[in-house]
């Protein structure tokens, strides 16, 4: 039905920076929301930011002043840019969305697959 489709991860030293992107496609009536998620060895699933439809976005504290995340609605694209990076974001991330499908009353929640980012010197 909905594919999210990530990009953007890969290698980066300490200090650095990437941007991840997460492109929906199937036939989707409206995306209520978007978001990136991230889970590292050992440890659970963790919220990393997420956007709403009108563009209003919240942050993990841990990801403050160092990651936005913004979204093209045009392109049902949602973007994660990082800065500053640590070691301790290492993980692989996820995208999710909530999206309203033709027909349907109430949003069904989709993911995608992951992409590894690893921050090491």
């Known amino acids: 039905q909905v594919q999210l489709v990530e990009s953007g991860g890969g290698l980066v030293q300490p200090g650095g920076s990437l941007r991840l992107s997460c492109t929906a496609s199937?036939?989707?009536?409206?995306?209520?929301?978007m978001g990136w998620y991230r889970q590292a060895p050992g440890k659970e699933r963790e919220l990393v930011a997420g956007?709403?439809?009108?563009?209003?976005?919240r942050n993990a504290d841990s990801v403050k002043g160092r990651f936005t995340i913004s979204r093209d609605n045009a392109k049902k694209t949602v973007y994660l840019r990082m800065n500053s990076l640590k070691p301790e974001d290492t993980a692989v991330y996820y995208c999710?969305?909530?999206?309203?499908?033709?027909?349907?009353?109430?949003?069904?929640?989709?993911w995608g697959k992951g992409t590894l980012v690893t921050v090491s010197s």
């Open positions: 956007i709403t439809s009108d563009g209003s976005a």
């Open positions: 199937g036939t989707i009536s409206s995306i209520n929301y």
């Open positions: 999710y969305t909530n999206v309203l499908l033709p027909g349907a009353y109430y949003g069904m929640e989709f």
